[in-house]
């Protein structure tokens, strides 16, 4: 188990390997895993429609299940599980992932990011395009603070969204919002160690609403999966409660 203080992980659910923009195949992230004392690890590669960075396509999820399935022997102390970090590609909340490889995934995870094939011209010139400059332009930013959010919120009430990746990085949200739809549709936040952002918000809209935090790595190389202690000092200096992170130790 990771620990900082009294705050202890017991598994990193978002991790990145060779089959997306990783540097590390699902054996080493495993097995870097164990040596930071993490009982469950989670392979959660990008999706198809991340332009550079994604998985070939949708079955890669599958792939990535079998060869997970061929190697756990090797790691017994280890529960490993397979997701996918699910880009968010329409305004109403669409991902950019089928249902029949939604439903055979261990976790979901849904998330803003800037670079992706979008569903629509609409989507493409009201939703992608914009958020690319969102920071150039103040009145963009208020629109698409607004566009955001609801797409997030969005996302979580029409998907089984095990928790919402790196809420705030480089593009806004309105996290009193998605806090709130998270808490109703036991949706978790996360608090990503792996990117540089203000995550104090996330943890006082968490805290205002009832939602649940997920501390996580977003490693993409083995030597940092597991790294979480930013995490746990950020929780424990807001008196954040451990049982309301879903990979802490309570």
Same mark, same amino acid.
Request: aromatic residues 6%; charged residues 20%.
């Given at each position: ?7 202890r992980f017991?598994a ?11 540097r ?20 959660t590669?990008h999706g ?10 949708p079955?890669t999820f599958l792939?990535?299940k ?19 970090e ?8 669409r ?14 995870i849904a *998330? !803003?990011?800037?670079?992706y094939?979008? #569903?629509?011209l609409?989507d $493409?010139?009201h939703f992608?395009?914009?958020n +690319? ?6 009145s963009?930013?208020a ?15 029409r998907?089984p969204?095990?928790?919402i990746?790196?809420? *705030? !990085? ?5 996290? #009193?919002?998605?806090?709130r $739809?998270?808490a109703?549709r036991?949706?978790? +936040?996360?608090v990503?160690t792996?990117h540089n952002?203000n995550?104090?918000?996330?943890v ?14 977003d490693a993409?190389?083995?030597a940092t999966v597991?790294?979480?202690?930013e995490?746990?000092a950020?929780?424990?200096r ?10 802490a130790?309570?």
């Open positions: 188990m990771r620990s900082c203080g009294t705050i017991f990193d659910y978002h991790t990145h390997t060779t089959y997306s923009d990783g590390g195949t699902p054996a080493e992230n495993i097995q870097a895993a164990l040596l930071k004392g993490l009982e469950v690890l989670a392979i590669d198809p429609k991340n332009i550079g960075t994604g998985v070939a396509g079955d792939a990535i079998k060869e997970v399935a061929a190697v756990a022997g090797r790691f017994p102390d280890v529960k490993v599980l397979v997701g996918a699910a880009a968010v590609t329409g305004r109403d909340g991902l950019e992932l089928p249902g029949r490889i939604i439903e055979q995934l261990d976790l979901l *998330g !803003l990011h800037p670079y094939l979008p #569903d629509s609409g $493409a010139l992608t395009l914009p +690319l400059v969102v920071r150039l332009n103040r963009i930013w629109r698409m603070h607004n566009t955001n959010t609801k797409a997030l919120v969005g996302a979580v009430h998907y969204v095990s928790f990746s790196h809420p *705030g !990085l480089m593009m806004p949200v309105e996290l #009193d919002e998605l806090a $739809a998270c109703i036991e949706t978790s +936040l996360e990503n792996g952002y995550k104090e918000e996330i006082h809209a968490a805290a205002r609403w009832g939602a649940k935090l997920v501390v996580n790595s993409h190389f083995p597991g790294n979480l202690d995490g746990a950020l929780l424990e807001l008196n954040f409660p451990a049982e309301m992170v879903i990979n130790v309570h």
